[in-house]
């Protein structure tokens, strides 16, 4: 019964989370859902460190982990940035063809216009 009170706490917040994310992930909600991928990310993070802090209490030089650990965090950030530049790029070419093609249509329908008249 102890055991049970211990965790109980635990567990009623991890079932909230998890319930507030398949909230999100059914309304679409695109805020909660930015939110739980800034967790994700903050938690890659954490991970390196914890494995940085790890490996320095085996590696005598800890320098070449710190170095290793500044590398794999640049590497995390330039590889999320281009996946947000690719997406943006990608995003913005998708409107630029609808754009030109919604104004091809706009000037057939007037040129089918004028030809009616």
């Known amino acids: 019964m102890i055991f049970i009170k211990k965790i109980l706490p635990n567990l009623l917040v991890l079932s ?34 914890i494995v940085a802090i790890t490996l320095g209490l085996f590696v005598a030089q800890y320098l070449y982990v710190l170095v290793g650990l500044v590398a794999a965090m640049a590497l995390v950030v330039m590889v999320t940035s281009i996946w947000v530049a690719k997406s943006m790029a990608l995003r913005q070419f998708t409107l630029k063809i609808r754009s030109q093609q919604l104004l091809l249509q706009h000037q057939q329908q007037n040129q089918q216009r004028s030809n009616q008249l």
């Open 16 to 49: 909230s989370i998890v319930m507030m994310y398949i909230v999100a992930q059914t309304s679409n909600n695109q805020e909660i859902q930015d939110i739980f991928r800034l967790i994700d990310d903050l938690a890659t993070n954490l991970i390196l460190v």
